[in-house]
């Protein structure tokens, strides 16, 4: 790659009203910082004239810069940056700025054909300060904006931004501003998400709601292939190919205050202690009148078309993942179709046969998972039925899909999934009843289970109850660099889902395994310095989980055990017992998985890391 930086996973915010646009886009880059945390920039005119500040590292390096010197005007553009390609550094830092000084722009995502316009616009006189390709993009607006003729009634420089993305090849989110149009932005998608928020007097450009939710609820999501010009008062949106676009405005389902931290330390607690309500939400009007099964209205598949399927195929990436496995045992045991369970990113490129009468889930939070959204588009590319289980309203996932069913959990700020995670395996086991509903379960066991899932969110409150006693354990395990996670049958997710957790914020190295596993190979790591935790639930292989846990003690390994409650184990097996409440066995992984999320999450605080913002990480992974 020579060096050329790719901008994919990065947050933008771009501002247009009455206001002093600094504070404001200052604001939004907090708030999309979990999209990137390497480096922050932004401009504004002031003036028609260009201000540009860019610094490496968090929002808060940025902002003690722009405290420096003055910062006035109404119309900005501002970005943070996700490296994946590229060194961190104050040139590779958006925006860009062409060479002619005219135009500024931000970016998220690759443009594939830059080297060949970078050499075209360097034999037209532009010169270029950094290796990236965003660079090149912002100069390409520039060479023609500068050969656009006046046309009445067109903006010239959304049409010279129109004209510049018909040359390019590669996916982008970009805002743009222009120093000959001070009260006008420019912005554009394919590929990289980009949402408009309508105020009144302003207009907020960003590539998540959460960076402008508490300003308005009012949202024009961009769709593929669409340019928006964007005033203070107005918007007109324009295809790449140059037809019209009827807006379509809709209201955000969530309001700016759930985006905030309150008296949270970090947004994964604050997450956390939301599950109750989060579950709640996802359960809210789907049960039937009679409460023997569930429903959903946006999935857009009749009962006599499910019941023509032979097959579900699940597919998602990582923590959505492990929720597909739990929805593989929760199907196959409640409603007796085959399930099977891929990496989006594997199915994407593996050309399975699948058969004819298949129906493809993917699950995705955040609804922009690159490799999730490619696994979707394949799927239908080969004429399957895509449904999505998803938490963003008009994400790219939920907009493609065929169907699906929201989440309702509200905005997941911090990285590491917790509330989606359980709002996910709510749902799975709400599928899972509907669709045994369709087949064999009877009215009582689905009454059974209906009322089995509407005592879940007050069964998460009662266990939230553990948090002193986890932290306190967590304080004793925080020094230990290795950890297995054990579980069997529907716990084996619920163990990788552990290991997860606190590798992905503690950097603690783990490994989730299935317990009987263990034998064949991952028993070799068990010494006093390597901890296992075990997840376990009442049912058949009870008793054979003791018999992994007898194992593990014999070579001296120490045992944290979650447990349901009344559950009897031999003297000295357990060092560290923490129990969940009894409950179904179809919500039990759910409720399992409590306890370890605080475990995670108060071991990386001991450990002091950065809970919200774990190094190399981005909530949104949209590249490859
Ligand atoms: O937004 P998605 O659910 O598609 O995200 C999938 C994964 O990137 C995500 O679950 C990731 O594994 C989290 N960091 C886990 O906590």
Redesign the pocket.
């Known amino acids: 790659m020579m060096g050329k930086t790719q901008e994919i996973m990065c947050g933008i915010v771009g501002y247009v009203g009455k206001r002093q646009a600094k504070g404001i886009l200052v604001e939004g880059l907090k708030r999309l910082e979990y999209r990137g945390y390497d480096s922050a920039g932004l401009a504004i005119l002031q003036n028609g004239a260009l201000k540009l500040e860019k610094q490496t590292g968090r929002v808060a390096n940025l902002e003690g810069e722009l405290d420096k010197r003055a910062f006035n005007g109404n119309i900005g553009i501002s970005h943070t940056r996700w490296a994946t390609h590229g060194k961190v550094s104050q040139s590779n830092a958006h925006p860009h700025v062409s060479s002619d000084g005219k135009i500024a722009l931000v970016h998220n995502g690759v443009i594939e054909n830059f080297t060949s316009i970078k050499k075209f616009l360097l034999s037209k006189g532009y010169s270029f300060e950094s290796e990236t390709d965003t660079e090149v993009l912002c100069n390409l607006v520039a060479y023609h904006y500068a050969k656009q003729p006046e046309v009445d009634g067109q903006s010239r420089f959304a049409e010279s931004v129109r004209r510049t993305l018909f040359h390019v090849e590669g996916t982008y989110g970009i805002a743009v501003l222009s120093t000959d149009c001070p009260d006008e932005m420019v912005c554009a998608r394919k590929g990289s998400p980009l949402i408009i928020g309508v105020g009144v007097g302003e207009n907020i450009v960003a590539s998540d709601a959460t960076a402008f939710a508490s300003r308005t609820q009012n949202v024009v999501y961009l769709n593929d292939g669409e340019v928006a010009h964007v005033t203070s008062d107005d918007f007109n949106i324009l295809t790449i190919s140059n037809e019209s676009v009827d807006p379509i405005v809709s209201q955000l389902d969530w309001s700016g205050e759930e985006a905030d931290l309150g008296d949270f330390a970090y947004f994964m607690e604050k997450e956390i202690f939301e599950q109750p309500s989060a579950l709640e939400n996802a359960m809210r009007g789907r049960f039937s009148e009679d409460d023997s099964t569930t429903k959903f209205g946006g999935l857009n598949v009749s009962p006599q078309e499910f019941r023509q399927m032979d097959r579900l195929l699940f597919c998602?990436?990582?923590?959505?993942?492990h929720a597909c496995l739990v929805a593989e045992y929760l199907i196959e045991k409640y409603a007796r179709i085959p399930v099977e369970v891929e990496y989006a990113s594997e199915f994407r490129y593996r050309n399975a046969p699948l058969d004819k009468n298949t129906v493809v889930f993917v699950?995705?939070?955040?609804?922009?998972?690159l490799d999730?959204l490619a696994a979707l588009r394949e799927a239908q590319r080969k004429g399957y039925r895509a449904l999505a289980i998803n938490?963003?309203v008009g994400s790219t996932?939920a907009r493609e899909s065929d169907g699906g069913i929201y989440q309702h959990a509200g905005p997941e700020i911090g990285?590491?999934?917790?509330k989606?995670?359980t709002s996910q395996l709510l749902i799975s086991a709400m599928l899972a009843l509907y669709l045994g509903r369709l087949n064999d379960m009877s009215y009582g066991d689905g009454r059974r289970f209906v009322e089995a899932l509407k005592a879940v969110p007050e069964l998460v409150a009662l266990n939230l109850k553990v948090n002193s006693q986890v932290e306190a354990i967590a304080k004793a395990y925080a020094q230990y660099d290795d950890f297995l996670f054990l579980g069997r049958q529907e716990m084996f997710p619920i163990a990788l889902e552990g290991a997860?957790?606190l590798k992905?914020i503690s950097y603690i190295h783990a490994e989730g395994y299935p317990a009987a596993e263990m034998k064949h190979g991952p028993i070799a790591l068990i010494s006093e310095l390597c901890p296992s935790v075990f997840i376990i639930a009442k049912g058949e292989v009870f008793q054979k989980t003791i018999a992994n846990m007898q194992e593990i003690k014999a070579r001296h390994g120490k045992i944290i055990c979650i447990a349901p409650e009344g559950a009897e184990f031999p003297d000295g097996l357990i060092d560290d017992l923490i129990l969940y409440p009894d409950c179904h066995e179809a919500v039990a992984p759910l409720l399992a998985c409590i306890p370890l999320q605080l475990l995670s999450y108060y071991i990386a605080r001991e450990r002091g890391c950065d809970v919200d913002k774990p190094r190399n990480?981005a909530?949104?992974?949209t590249v490859e």
């Open positions: 998602a990436c990582g923590t959505a993942w699950i995705s939070q955040s609804g922009e998972t999730t938490n963003v996932i990285v590491a999934s917790t989606a995670f997860l957790k992905e990480l909530k949104s992974v």
